[in-house]
């Protein structure tokens, strides 16, 4: 078994990269199964995610600030302690996020099914695991409405921003109260050493079981004949012929660039043509000679003074405080790191021209920077450097479809939704990853995986075998 991956480590858009003493995290905000009785983290261990990997529970979650009239909400495990602040803020908003609490804690006990494939298990085990979730499956379906619903119904127009900042509009109820009950619950978490380590276990794993990845490779087309996936072509010319062919790629990329558009359905283009994917994202890093303890270690600023950024007005930037980790920096040093939604159209363009990309590099660090030092005093003068990242540069890195760091966008309507793993028309051939599961993350990530290898284990009777 053979993996070509584009990068030159593993794990795609799950890294993180040096600079001197400093490891700058380029993923995992916040990761699900932190407690090791739940079942995201059971499916970590039985891919060697966590060999040698610590999980450090998240207790704060962010920190919302105003700066134009002040207005601060705090969100951590203390979900209480969020209702004291709304009964100070706006009493008459009190309901609202108590029935949105009562939700959350609702949501404990609650575990993520997996996800029911035909082929795989006999309807008997199908039927058996959804009567399990049964409880989990009515309370989705009961609260499956836009998030926007319970915003708009928020009186108090500084709490009703807080919260859009924290809980995007699109994503269904359930999706933000399972969050805000797995925060309360201690089932977040961050992976100590950066997310990188996260991804090289599971490739150790992998090389340990006897796979073999193949690095700096790129997949210019997937190898089809008599409408069997027999292979792939590299840039190079090379061709690497296989029994099976599995694409962790882009579905777009995949789809019309691989396959050449040849094995779709309407149901195929109507979604890539209509559902919203994430956004592309610029992240600012700095590495400094000094740690501001004190501040939240995740911050979300509207600004009293917006900038440009190409076609984009920046209105609000997220701050990563990362002196919780001290292993990301030298001692007595950290990294404090902004990142905001970015056109992938003006970075791609503008990369073209080296002087001018550089310079609006150094332009977006030199905005933020001046935005800082207000919350970090001494920032600037503790500053040893700074790493910008563009959405082009996720494409470059990771060949991420339009510098999207994750798929599709959680919405009602995609996360009601089923992708098929398979392509009309097409033997031989599984997709998995961000692509083939709504809403995106790490954990569905490392759940379609796994899906994939017991469709391809009974697709050529070979026995599962779990860890």
Not at 80 to 93: C, F, W
Request: charged share 25%.
């Amino acid at each position: 078994m053979q993996i070509v991956e584009h990068a030159t480590a593993p794990g795609g858009v799950c890294t993180a990269w040096k600079h001197g003493g400093y490891t700058i995290d380029g993923c995992i905000h916040w990761l699900m199964g932190a407690r090791e009785d739940d079942t995201w983290h059971r499916f970590y261990d039985e891919v060697g995610a966590l060999d040698g990997v610590e999980l450090q529970r998240l207790d704060h979650f962010v920190q919302v600030i105003d700066e134009r009239n002040g207005d601060v909400l705090t969100l951590d495990r203390d979900l209480d302690g969020l209702l004291r602040q709304v009964e100070t803020i706006s009493p008459v908003d009190l309901p609202l996020f108590r029935d949105l609490v009562e939700l959350a804690r609702n949501t404990e006990g609650i575990q993520v099914p997996q996800s029911p494939l035909p082929g795989v298990r006999n309807a008997w085990a199908n039927l058996l695991e959804l009567w399990h979730a049964r409880e989990g499956v009515l309370t989705m379906l009961r609260h499956a409405e836009p998030m926007a619903r319970v915003l708009e119904r928020i009186e108090h127009p500084g709490l009703r921003s807080a919260m859009t900042r924290v809980l995007p509009e699109s994503i269904p109820v359930f999706f933000a109260a399972f969050l805000l009950g797995s925060l309360e619950n201690g089932n977040l978490a961050t992976v100590v050493g950066g997310s990188l380590r996260f991804s090289e276990a599971i490739a150790r794993r992998f090389e340990k079981l006897g796979g073999h990845i193949r690095y700096h490779a790129d997949v210019v087309e997937i190898l089809v004949e008599n409408d069997r996936a027999v292979g792939v072509k590299l840039l190079d010319g090379e061709e690497l012929r296989a029994d099976h062919v599995v694409s962790t790629a882009p579905g777009p990329t995949t789809i019309d660039r691989m396959l050449g558009g040849r094995y779709t359905d309407r149901g195929i283009r109507e979604r890539h043509a209509t559902w919203p994917i994430f956004k592309g994202a610029c992240i600012v890093s700095f590495g400094l000679r000094k740690q501001w303890r004190e501040r939240p270690h995740q911050l979300q600023l509207r600004l009293a003074e917006p900038f440009n950024v190409g076609p984009d007005r920046i209105e609000a930037i997220g701050v990563r405080n990362m002196a919780y980790d001290a292993t990301l920096a030298p001692p007595g040093c950290s990294v404090i790191q902004v990142i905001h939604e970015s056109d992938f159209d003006f970075w791609h363009d503008v990369h073209h021209a080296p002087l001018r990309y550089h310079e609006l590099k150094r332009q977006l660090a030199a905005d933020i920077r001046h935005r800082l030092e207000r919350w970090y005093p001494g920032f600037a003068d503790a500053e040893e450097f700074v790493d910008v990242a563009t959405p082009y540069t996720f494409w470059r890195y990771a060949r991420s479809y339009r510098g999207a760091y994750e798929g599709w966008m959680p919405t009602t309507e995609t996360m009601s939704t089923r992708i098929s793993k398979t392509l009309p028309g097409l033997e031989r051939f599984h997709m998995a990853g961000q692509w083939v599961e709504p809403g995106g993350g790490v954990p569905p990530a490392v759940m379609s995986g796994r899906q994939v290898v017991k469709l391809v284990c009974d697709e050529h009777s070979m026995p599962w075998v779990d860890k």
